[in-house]
Each structure stands twice: as structure tokens, then as C-alpha cells.
């Protein structure tokens, strides 16, 4: 296998500073400007019709469109069954819904209008960070035996700057989180945290050379003998993450988005965060040995 020899680590003071940029603007973004949530976490109202004949679901989501409902979640039970959660929670915007269906699909029948409340409640948000603070001290504690407790903290700093980041472009682009996005968020902490083990281990395995090689060299070495994996396998999970994004729908549309943004900028800190991060750490506080 061919080997690169590209100078990694040369730039990066710059994207360490360009991630922290990214880190506060993403927070800042996230408790001033907030979080666009869906009916999932917010409630709303649910729609049960059946048309008089077969319709597309792409054609009754242009008309909630036009009323200003095109995220709500459309799901066929049958040729002319849907049910429509629409995440408003207004009386007002039900009936417009309900009001322009009628008008674009004469003959639809309304079996069932229900208000309903939000099935991810802050009981089990609360659990689900509870899980996931649990979740990262278990990798804590497990790198920092299998490995070293520095490899352990920038690997944790890696997976919540992944998290974090892909919550920012979240907000900045309104896109509504569903219930998917908690599974969307858990696939990329595991995805990121595998394409960092991938290149500490090759980090690991090298740390003999340390005194002959330094730091420096020694990251981009490792990091080089690792990189057509770590772009072999970011090519091969985007393909399908792409194809879901484009022909998946409007209901996988936030779960494939986040997908998308957790791979590529996973693949990204597993080079220049938790690489940058050893590296700059060890220079300023070098272990003996």
C-alpha cells in the first residue's frame, strides 16, 4: 500500500483555533437562537384522511406547504390512508391544513383530528444525557486503560466537538430535529469515535519511535499510515448517507442531514482534534520515558 507524506500536523494551531471558533459559535447559536424541535419534541396535531382515490405523499406535502406545514410528518397507512402530524400546536393552523387539503383533494374524507403532546418528553431528554454523559465517561475510562488517559481526553473532546458542531449547523439552518436525530447524533459518536481509535491505535503502536521521531513527526507518520482508510471509509459511508439525503424524503431528511455533517466533520477531528490536541498537550507537558 502506498503511504502518503503529507505534513498534517504543520497546520494544525490553525485547526485547533478554527474548531474552537466553530465550538462557541455553535453554542452560542444553540442557547441564543435555539433549536428548531418537531412535533416530537413540542407536540402538535394529528391529521387522519383518506383520499378518494390513490395520492402521492409529495403532492399533499406541497399542499401543507402552502400553508406553511411542509415539515409535518406524512405517513401512508393504506393506497388512500395518510396521517398528517402537523407540529403546530394552534387550533388555527390545524384547521388552514385541514381547509387547503380540502380544497386541492375534494372528496377527502377526515377520519381523525387529535391534539397530541410530545412523545420525546424532558423526562427522557434528561435520561438521554444522563446516558450519553454516562456513555462518554465509559470511553473515558476505557482508552485511558487500553491506552493513556491524554488519548482518552482528546478522544472525548473529538466526540463532543462533533456533537456540538453538528448541533450548530443544525440551528443555523432551522432544520427541524425529530426523534431520528437522537439516533443520527448516537451514529455519529460511534462512527467518529472508531475513525479516532483507528488512527490513536496507529498513534499507540509507533509510540517507541517517540524519542527518535518527536511528536510532530510521529503524528503525521501515524496519521499518514492510517489516512487511505480513514478516506476509504468516510467515501463509502457518505454514498449511502448521500443516496438517503436525496431519495430518502422529507421524514429521513434531518436524520440522513445529520449524518452527513457528523461523517465529514468526524473524519476531520479525528485528524486535526484529537491529533492536534496530543500533540500540543505533549509539548507543552512531556512524559518522561
Known sequence: MRISNINFMQHRKTALLLSLVCVVASLGLIFFKGLNLGIDFTGGNVVQAEFAQPTAIEDIRQVLNSVGQGGSVIQSYSERGVIIRISANEEEARKQAVNALRTKFPGIQIIRLEKVGPVVGAELRQEAFIALILALAGILAYITVRFQFRFAVVSVAALLHDAVITLGIFSITGM???????????TIV?????????????????????????????????INQTISRTINTSVTTLLPVVALYVWG???????SFAL???ILVGTYSSIYVASGLLAEWWMKSPQKG
Open 260 to 262: 452527513l455533517v457528523g
Open 249 to 255: 424524503g422529507e421524514v429521513l431528511r434531518s436524520f
Open 176 to 186: 427541524e430535529i425529530s426523534s431520528s436525530f437522537i439516533a443520527a447524533i448516537l
Open 190 to 222: 460511534g462512527y467518529s469515535l472508531n475513525d479516532t481509535i483507528v488512527v490513536l491505535d496507529r498513534i499507540r503502536e509507533n509510540w517507541k519511535n517517540l524519542r527518535r521521531e518527536g511528536i510532530v513527526d510521529l503524528l503525521n507518520n501515524s
